[in-house]
C-alpha cells in the first residue's frame, strides 16, 4: 500500500496562489507516475495534470492549461510532488487529490493510489 499525504489546501481569495503538496513517505517516489486531480461539488473527478517518473515530462489539462499559470513538479529526494497554482479563481475551488500511478494517463481510473484530499476554496 502506497500511502500519499497532501498539505498546501486552503481558503484564498481570486488571483491568489497556492502551492500544493504530496508526500510519500517511505517509498521511492520516481516509481510511480504522479498525478493531480479536482473534484469540485457535484461534479466528476476531473484530472489537472501528471509528471513523469524521472520529472521530464509533464501534462495539464486543457481546462487549466490556458488560464492559469500551473507547474507540476516533483522532488524526488523528498518523496514529495508538488502544483503550484497562479491566478486562481472561484471555479478552481475543489477538493486536490494527489494520486500515484504506472501507466501514462490522464484517467483517473489508472492511477492506483490516492491520497484524502486537500480542499481549495477560492473566493471572489
Known amino acids: 500500500q502506497v500511502q500519499l499525504v497532501e498539505s498546501g489546501g486552503g481558503l484564498v481569495q481570486a488571483g491568489d496562489s497556492l502551492r500544493l503538496s504530496c508526500a510519500v513517505p517511505?517509498?521511492?517516489?520516481?516509481?510511480?507516475?504522479m498525478g493531480w486531480f479536482r473534484q469540485a461539488p457535484g461534479k466528476d473527478r476531473e484530472f489537472v495534470a501528471a509528471?513523469?517518473?524521472?520529472?521530464?515530462?509533464?501534462?495539464?489539462a486543457d481546462s487549466v492549461k490556458g488560464r492559469f499559470n500551473i507547474t507540476i513538479s516533483r522532488d524526488n529526494a523528498k518523496a514529495t510532488v508538488y502544483l503550484q497554482m497562479n491566478s486562481l479563481k472561484p471555479e478552481d475551488t475543489a477538493v486536490y487529490y494527489c494520486?500515484?500511478?504506472?501507466?501514462?494517463?490522464?484517467?483517473?481510473?489508472?492511477?492506483?493510489?490516492w491520497g484524502q484530499g486537500t480542499q481549495v476554496t477560492v473566493s471572489s
Open positions: 517511505g517509498r521511492t517516489v520516481n516509481s510511480y507516475i
Open positions: 494520486a500515484a500511478g504506472l501507466y501514462w494517463s490522464r484517467d483517473y481510473g489508472r492511477y492506483n493510489y
Open positions: 509528471i513523469y517518473y524521472s520529472g521530464g515530462r509533464t501534462d495539464y
